[in-house]
C-alpha cells in the first residue's frame, strides 16, 4: 500500500498526542494557516478541498470564506485526528459552507474529476512517498481555472521549534537514523526548487514560492516545563525520548529545558520564529 508508514504514524500514539494538545497546536499554526488563505483569497461559492486537514481548524476556516454557496472537503489519514475535525464541524456556523470529511489518501484517492475550485492544506502535504503523483491527482481534481495554496516548512536548521530541543537532547542521545533527503516528513519540501519541478510536472502553472516567517507561539501560560513536556509528546524530540533509556529520559528533559527557557515567558509561553514556504499556483 502506498504512504502505509505514515498512515501508521498519523493514527499511531503519536497522532493521539497531537489530538490532546490540538488546543496548543492551533494556536501555533492558526497565523500561519490564516496568511495561507489569505493568498488563496476564497471567494463565495467556490468548492475547495483542504489537503491533510488534521484535526480541522483551517477546513472550518475556509467553509465560512467560501460561505454556505460554496461547500468544502476535508481530507486526511488521521483517524483520530479526523474525529476532531469531525466534531469541530459539528457546531460550526450555519452561514458557512457545509464541510465533509473523508478519511483518505490525497494521493491515491479517486476525487471526482474538475470537482474543486480550490486546493489548500496547511503543512499536510510532505508526507506523500510519490509527491508528482500525489500532485497530478489533487491537479485532475481541481477545475482548469483552480487554484491552490499551501505552506510547507523551510530546513529543519532555520527552524528553532525544531532545532533546539533537538539539539539540546543529542547532547545525551544519539541521532535518530538520518532520512534520505526529501524523503516523507515535516522537511520533505525544504527545497524550493524542488517543489516547484513538482508542480510544473504535476501540471500546474503560474507558480510562486514565498519565503515567510511568523513567530511561533507554544504554551501559552505553560511553565517551561510544562512547554518541554508537550515538546517530548507531540514534537521533534517524541521519538528520541520515547527510545531513551530510562535513566536518561529526565536528564534529556532538564538539557531542553535550558535550551529553551530564554525563549519562554510566563505569560507567553515559548516563542521562536517559524520559517516557511508559502506556494501558490493554477491548474
Ligand atoms: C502536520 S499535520 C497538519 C494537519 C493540519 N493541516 C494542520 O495544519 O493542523 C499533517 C497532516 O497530513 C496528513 N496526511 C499525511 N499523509 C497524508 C496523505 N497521504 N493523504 C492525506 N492526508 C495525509 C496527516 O494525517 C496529518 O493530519
Redesign the pocket.
Known amino acids: 500500500m502506498q ?1 502505509a508508514a ?1 498512515i501508521e504514524f ?1 493514527n499511531s500514539d503519536t ?1 493521539r498526542n497531537w489530538v490532546t494538545h490540538d488546543a496548543l ?2 494556536a501555533m ?1 492558526s497565523p500561519l ?1 490564516e496568511a495561507v488563505l489569505n493568498a488563496l483569497e476564497p471567494a463565495q461559492g467556490l468548492r475547495a478541498l483542504d ?5 480541522g ?2 477546513t472550518l476556516s475556509l467553509a465560512t470564506r467560501v460561505g454556505a454557496a460554496g461547500s468544502v472537503m476535508g ?4 483517524q483520530p ?1 479526523l474525529a476532531v475535525a469531525q466534531a469541530l464541524a459539528e457546531s460550526h456556523h450555519a452561514e458557512a459552507a457545509p464541510i465533509t470529511f473523508l478519511q ?4 491515491t484517492h479517486a476525487f471526482e474529476t474538475e470537482s474543486f475550485d480550490l486546493v489548500f ?4 502535504v510532505m ?2 512517498e510519490d509527491p508528482l503523483a ?1 500532485f497530478r491527482n489533487m491537479h485532475a481534481a481541481m477545475t482548469p481555472t483552480g487554484r491552490m495554496a499551501f505552506c510547507c516548512w523551510q530546513p529543519r536548521a532555520v527552524n528553532p521549534f525544531m532545532m533546539m530541543p533537538a539539539k539540546a537532547a543529542l547532547e545525551l542521545l544519539p541521532p535518530p537514523p538520518e532520512l534520505p533527503p526529501r524523503a516523507p516528513g ?1 522537511f520533505a519540501f525544504e527545497e524550493p526548487e524542488y517543489v516547484e519541478r513538482i508542480l510544473q510536472d504535476a501540471g500546474f502553472s503560474e507558480i510562486t514560492i514565498s519565503a515567510l516567517s511568523h513567530p511561533l507561539v507554544f504554551g501559552q501560560g505553560l511553565t517551561v516545563e510544562d512547554i518541554v513536556e508537550r515538546l517530548v509528546q507531540i514534537g521533534p524530540i517524541a521519538q528520541m525520548v520515547r527510545e531513551a533509556p530510562n535513566d536518561l529520559k529526565q536528564p534529556v528533559r532538564d538539557r531542553v529545558i535550558d535550551a529553551v527557557r530564554p525563549f519562554c515567558t510566563s505569560a507567553d509561553g515559548m516563542t521562536v520564529e517559524g520559517a516557511f514556504w508559502q506556494v501558490t499556483a493554477s491548474a
Do not use: I, T, Y
Open positions: 504512504n505514515q498519523w497522532a497546536m492551533e499554526l494557516g489537503v491533510g486537514c488534521g484535526c481548524h483551517p481530507v486526511d489519514v488521521s485526528m483518505a489518501d490525497a494521493q492544506s496547511r503543512f499536510g508526507f506523500f500525489a515535516p
